[in-house]
């Protein structure tokens, strides 16, 4: 009963071509750094908005409390994209809380987190990636300082 919501951040294109530049690792670290920070921005007001109730249940006693639960971690990595995953890890019954059953009225959490946190996550990638890309400039800048100019030249 899993669902799935995407997100695809579009423009950034000075930032996408400075990355192209860049060498690979070095664009891949920052990449996923970034976004990283946003999925975080989601993962925190998920934890935030997740049921909790007065006595524990047999399935919190049994899994753990589910806003403990709740990750965000990556699932697939290329040159330039990054993509992560903000669910409930192994207590399953956070999507049975969401969506509802035929015994228990839904009662949305980890949706309305999404829709409320996703702009300030957009934010929070753009500014790492911007933080992340001036940091390796000048790392690279660092060492072509000892290179001497005929060199610099030839590249």
């Known amino acids: ?3 799935t ?3 695809q951040v579009q423009g950034f294109k000075e930032i996408e071509q400075v990355l192209k530049a860049l060498p690979g690792k070095l664009a891949e670290r920052e990449l996923t750094n970034a976004v990283r920070a946003g999925a975080n921005v989601i993962r925190k007001e998920a934890r935030a908005r997740a049921p909790r109730g007065g006595v524990p249940s047999e399935m919190s006693k049994k899994f753990g409390p589910l806003h403990k639960k709740i990750r965000a971690r990556r699932v697939k990595k290329t040159r330039r994209s990054v993509e992560f995953v903000v669910n409930e890890g192994s207590a399953f019954y956070g999507a049975l809380l969401e969506f509802g059953t035929k015994d228990i ?5 980890i949706t309305p987190a999404f829709d409320v946190s ?4 957009v934010q929070k990638v753009g500014e790492r990636l911007g933080k992340g890309v001036e940091k390796v400039t000048k790392e690279l800048a660092g060492k072509f300082k000892s290179i001497r100019k005929s060199t610099l030249k030839r590249l």
Do not use: I, Y
Request: net charge positive; proline share 20%.
């Open 105 to 109: 009225a839904p009662r949305p959490w």
């Open 118 to 121: 996703a702009p300030a996550a």
């Open 5 to 7: 919501t995407r997100s």
């Open 1 to 3: 009963m899993a669902t």
